[in-house]
């Protein structure tokens, strides 16, 4: 009934004395046939098993099990047996209960699910897939044969407190690729990095992804088992976050052939795992060629490979806060490495911006770059070797005035504003000597806080007479024809306030709701609100509507209001910048409750 479906078939060969000798018990004896039928070898094929099998079918004669068997035997030795054949029809080695077989595969699957979905839970035993998957499986299951009985295998241990105990008794298993899939032997292998071991994993990579190359060359497309090995050293790289050697190797040959589009996410996912080494190199190597094969004049291939970009600033973020101190002489190379692809990938946010229609979620996707950028320079007040590596002013503009979404600004301000506590920190912190950061590059930033806060707050848009000051890049000789345009729509607008909060395509009706709370709240209060503020507001309608029952708000009361509305659901980045920057919000808790 179960011989498809056990983890070790050997244990019947081990017992098929066992079997053997039970054949005189009838009431099992047609159970016991069929699996001796299915097990025996020539191995089994004994004189005196050939005499008791004749004594049998002589004794029983016609049964349709004992015949069965007996042609068995008679296969191996048809010679010895000849003229000694039973009589009568032998019986099917069919499963018994193919209905209870069905069932079993059923319940075998779904448990399988189940481990599965729950491997992270249980990572300290021994993953077991079932028969059926074992077998068909590229990467082999765990399995271990110790030859000193004072040893153990990583299938015995049961637990957390076994595995400590038992930790410097285990005998490595036979294929050590088992760990690319295997959490327990993921555990060994990082508490005990050995690089005979490492070899021995490398040594079946090298030779699998050599094989993969041949048949990627011959039939132009990537093999089912390929893909399975590639999305399991995925989820070991997400593990160890250290890729070996063979897989880079390995995408030397690949990407020549890779169409850039099959199973994208997990060549992504895999190459954002390259060692910190020389940008150039890997740009020679590897980037170009992924980048012909990915890129191909459309917002999609851009934005996904902008992505990429960011997953390995991340990675490369994480090897550089994890590095040793001291830290290792080429520490600087590495951070050039950083610089370098930072370079790379702010250029390639410029082009998305540029060059396609905005969307949604390009502009999330350079978002999203730029706020891994920034959390790495976060980091460069506690760790010398990280650059403060600051935006170019075009992707900057581009993000304000593209898509101006209440999203896309408070991620922008909340940038600018990290940005600027990181160069005070640093700054701060700076041995006496030659700046660390040269004034001409630090003033050029805070242009970019400049203008930002003349468009949102001071109502200053594109001035560039303020000190730093960059007008948003807009050439001045413009201005006096945007402005006469605006004059002319009804009502008319003015060119220095029509970014402010009160005018602001994405602030205007926050700023109006922010005012609203607060004639609520006063009403709740038991005062008397004999008119409401219909926005948007100004200095001249908060007059006013005082003056005419209204409540009483001052202009900046009111500001600081509107970025307190905005942080209570979520916008919190606009406040962050105004209060690091303008000097009347300094030291103000925007973040207060009201």
């Known amino acids: 009934m179960i011989q498809d479906v056990l983890d070790e078939p050997t244990v019947l060969t081990k017992l098929y004395s066992v079997f053997f000798n039970l054949l005189d018990v009838i009431s099992i004896r047609g159970s016991l046939c069929h699996l001796l039928s299915i097990t025996t070898g020539r191995k089994h094929v004994k004189p005196f098993r050939l005499q008791m099998l004749l004594e049998l079918t002589r004794n029983f004669v016609n049964e349709p099990a004992l015949v069965g068997l007996l042609q068995v035997y008679t296969e191996y030795y048809p010679n010895v047996m000849a003229g000694q054949s039973a009589a009568g029809k032998p019986s099917s080695l069919e499963h018994p209960d193919p209905a209870w077989r069905d069932r079993l595969r059923v319940l075998q699957n779904t448990n399988v699910s189940n481990a599965d979905t729950y491997s992270n839970t249980t990572s300290f035993k021994v993953v077991r897939r079932g028969v059926k998957r074992a077998r068909a499986a590229i990467v082999p299951e765990v399995h271990a044969f110790p030859s000193d009985k004072s040893f153990t295998t990583l299938e ?43 070899r021995r ?8 992804l050599d094989a993969q190359i041949s048949v990627q060359k011959s039939s132009f497309c990537m093999s089912k088992a390929l893909i399975e090995v590639l999305e399991k050293i995925l989820d070991y790289l997400r593990y160890a976050r250290h890729m ?26 895999l190459l ?14 590897i980037l170009e060629q992924m980048e012909l094969a990915v890129l191909d004049n459309t917002v999609e291939s851009a934005a996904a490979l902008l992505e990429y970009y960011t997953s390995l600033m991340r990675n490369w973020t994480i090897t550089l806060l994890s590095l040793p101190d001291p830290h290792p002489p080429d520490v600087g190379k590495m951070m050039q490495s950083v610089a370098a692809l930072a370079d790379h990938s702010s250029l390639l946010s410029l082009s998305l911006l540029a060059s396609y229609t905005p969307t949604q979620h390009t502009i999330s996707t350079v978002l999203s770059y730029h706020e891994t950028l ?7 007040v506690s760790h010398a ?14 993000l304000v005035f593209l898509n101006p979404t209440l ?16 160069f005070e920190a640093a700054m701060s912190k700076a041995p006496p000597g030659p700046q660390v950061y040269p004034r001409e590059y630090v003033n050029h930033f805070n242009g970019f806080l400049m203008d930002i806060c003349n468009l949102l707050w001071r109502s200053r848009a594109f001035n560039g007479s ?22 002319m729509l009804t009502p008319p607008y003015a060119l220095q306030a029509i970014f402010s909060l009160s005018h602001n395509l994405s602030l205007s009706g926050p700023a109006t709701a922010a005012i609203r709370d607060l004639e609520d709240k006063s009403a709740t209060d038991g005062r008397v609100v004999r008119t409401r503020h219909v926005g948007p507001v100004t200095q001249r309608s908060l007059e006013a509507l005082a003056m005419d029952g209204g409540i009483k708000v001052s202009w900046a009361e009111y500001r600081l209001e509107a970025l307190r509305w905005l942080h209570e659901r979520g916008a919190g980045g606009i406040g962050d910048l105004m209060s690091c920057t303008m000097k009347q919000l300094m030291g103000t808790n925007i973040n207060a409750a009201r």
């Not at 994993?201 to 699998?208: A, K, N, P, V």
């Not at 954002?272 to 020679?284: N, T």
Request: charged fraction near 20%; aromatic fraction near 12%; include cysteine.
């Open 156 to 198: 015995d241990i049961n637990g957390v407190a076994d595995f400590v105990e038992k930790l410097d008794k285990v005998v490595l298993p036979n294929q050590m690729v088992s760990v690319l899939e295997d959490p327990l032997l993921r555990h060994y292998v990082m508490l005990r990095p050995n690089d005979a071991t490492q």
């Open 201 to 208: 994993i490398d040594d079946w990579l090298s030779m699998f």
């Open 244 to 269: 070996p050697k063979p897989v880079s190797s390995f995408f030397l040959a690949f990407l020549p052939l890779w169409d850039g589009k099959d199973y994208r996410d997990t060549i992504f996912g």
């Open 272 to 285: 954002a795992y390259l060692p910190l080494d020389s940008f150039e190199e890997l740009r020679q190597y």
């Open 374 to 380: 920034v959390h790495t320079i976060s980091h460069a």
């Open 385 to 398: 070797q990280i650059r403060i590596l600051t935006p170019y002013a075009e992707t900057v503009y581009l």
């Open 407 to 422: 999203s896309t600004l408070s991620r922008l301000c909340y940038i600018l504003a990290t940005y600027k506590r990181t």
């Open 466 to 487: 303020d000190t730093n000051a960059l007008g948003c890049l807009l050439p001045p000789a413009i201005l006096p024809q945007i402005a006469a345009y605006l004059d």
